[in-house]
């Protein structure tokens, strides 16, 4: 094939990509799982790590997968270390080259008897290594587990006051929404403002109200929002968040559209196709690749085929990216320019 023909998997591969909203236990790849469980004593068995891969009629819940892990799976740091190199390399194997990614430490704390400290630094560890050997940077984004208690999260927010690094540049929060609103950890972001962490949150996200949207907005004072899609049933504040220009990750294959659309309107109705179209800053993302069964290649294709936006769109997404990414402003700005000529380059030889 001559270069000037690129198919459309191939420009993906090519052009350079920032995720911003995934999960570190999300990342875990099968085999590394099962080795995890053996080497400490897991009562997980390989059966259920098998089913805990598979998206059939009844898929066993993330959430689920997550507890198991934190609870049972992940005993040492280096085991941290691991998942995290492990996650780095897969993403720069498909151009990703530079990961802000989330990390809930609130579970394995309580679920081991491991420092705060050591888990931090054992991550940091993963990290660098990956940046050595795959040249791909990242930030870890610890992040508040809104099942706990609103204490649980200020806890976790003056631990990383305590263990101050700067790859560690903000905080998030996920988990259940339901029942768990955003204002229920103001404490938790206020503190984190207060020492100039940066902000996020998962809000309107089980189809839960655009409420969830606007308190994280202007309760916690965010400076992105993760998935938000509730927003769209409120114009007003799909303006706001033009105005604001605030970036919003979205997930194409986010697990609550998938089980409540019908398969045959799913690509219609689901929110993404609207988000952008609206004026929205949105950035798409694999959130838990190895349990939706997704990779960022396959995201941006679900973009162009499930959600019918074009090629210019994935280059506006790229700098949406990296605008409301958490890189200091020198580096965000040139690698806004280089992005972009490496993306018109290879869109030149896909056309
Ligand atoms: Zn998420």
Redesign the pocket.
């Known amino acids: 094939m001559s270069e000037a023909n690129l198919t459309l998997n191939q420009f993906l591969q090519q052009i350079p990509k920032i995720e911003l ?3 570190l236990l ?1 990342t875990v790849r099968k085999e590394t799982m099962k080795e995890l469980a053996r080497k400490n004593g897991a009562r997980t068995t390989d059966a259920e790590i098998n089913a805990f891969y598979v998206r059939g009629e009844k898929p066993v819940g993330v959430l689920h997968v997550f507890r198991e892990l934190e609870n049972q799976i992940l005993q040492d740091p280096d085991d941290l270390r691991r998942i995290t190199y492990e996650y780095l390399e897969d993403a720069s194997r498909q151009q990703v080259r530079h990961a802000e990614f ?1 990390w809930n430490p609130t579970g394995t704390l309580a679920a081991t008897d491991l420092s705060y400290s050591e888990l931090q630094n054992a991550i940091l560890l993963g990290m660098n290594e990956a940046e050595t050997d795959f040249g791909i940077t990242s930030l870890l984004i610890p992040s508040i587990d809104r099942e706990a208690s609103a204490s649980a999260g200020l806890e976790m927010v003056a631990l990383m006051c305590a263990h101050r690094h700067p790859a560690v540049v903000g905080i998030g929060m ?1 988990y259940n929404e339901v029942n768990n609103p955003p204002e229920k950890f103001s404490d938790a972001y206020a503190l984190a403002k207060k020492v100039s962490l940066k902000t996020t949150a ?1 809000a309107g ?1 089980f189809g839960t109200s655009w409420k969830n949207v606007e308190t994280a907005m202007d309760v916690l004072g965010v400076d992105r929002l ?2 938000a899609y509730s927003v769209l049933d409120n114009p007003a504040l799909v303006s706001r968040c033009i105005d604001q220009g605030i970036l919003i990750t979205v ?1 194409p294959t986010n697990s609550y559209y998938l089980r409540t659309l019908s398969a045959d309107l799913w690509a219609q109705e689901h929110p993404i196709r609207q988000m952008a179209r609206a004026g929205l800053k949105i950035h798409p ?1 694999t ?2 690749p190895s349990f939706h069964l997704v990779d960022p290649i396959k995201c941006q294709r679900m973009m162009i085929e499930a959600f019918g936006y074009g090629i210019d769109d994935l280059k506006n997404f790229m700098l949406n990216g990296l605008e409301g990414s958490w890189l200091d402003h020198t580096t965000k700005s040139n690698l806004i320019k280089q992005w972009s000529e490496e993306f018109d380059e290879q869109r030149q030889k896909y056309l």
């Open positions: 909203h995934c999960h999300g989330f996920d998962h996200e993760d998935h997930v993302n959130d838990d």
